[in-house]
């Protein structure tokens, strides 16, 4: 399967880098790093993966973050990245908005 990022998916990694940036130089770098390898994984498993709020669900295992993710015909379209540790009623609003 491919894998997809669209645009909010891609802002969520900007914002996620900047956060880690800001906190330690070069660890934006790093989640970039980790995250990419990751979500290349789901060309192969995509749509494996349990269901929350709607979409498939993967989370990562070096960040807490999840991927939000639909697949459609051979694609795997990434819908979010978002912090786990985000009250889950703002996750729910955010992913309704996408």
Known sequence: MNVVLEDDAKQDLRDSFHFYEADEPGAGRYFLDKIQEELQTLGGFGGVHRQRFG??????????????????????QIVAIIDSRRDPKLIRKILRQR
């Open 55 to 76: 979409f498939h669900f993967y989370a990562s295992k070096h960040f807490p973050h999840g991927v939000y993710y639909r697949t459609k015909n051979d694609t795997v």
